[in-house]
């Protein structure tokens, strides 16, 4: 009965945690927001992510790419908003 809590407690928990793909998803609206607010020279608030998962790091780094070129565009036609949607 012991080992039957146990692994409903390893259960539970684990369904709880957020997916590789949920880290990967935060990591980069996160960096896409700050690459595109560094290019458009937006005043940034840092993110304060998850950055010892190594989904949210890869994440972080995609979108802060895309993010930069987008915000690159936009500074470029003048089209620079504090609000970031992609």
């Known amino acids: 009965m012991k080992y039957f809590y146990l692994f409903l407690s390893i259960l539970f928990l684990q369904a709880c945690s957020p997916s ?4 990967y998803k935060s990591g980069y609206n996160d960096g ?15 993110a304060k992510g998850n950055w010892n998962d190594e989904n949210y790091s ?29």
């Open 32 to 46: 896409y927001a700050e690459g595109y607010k560094t290019a458009c020279r937006i005043k940034l608030s840092p």
């Open 58 to 86: 890869k994440g972080y780094g995609d979108g802060q790419l895309d993010g930069a070129a987008k915000g690159a565009l936009a500074l470029r036609s003048d089209s620079c908003k504090a609000s970031v949607y992609h």
């Open 20 to 23: 590789a793909s949920d880290n």
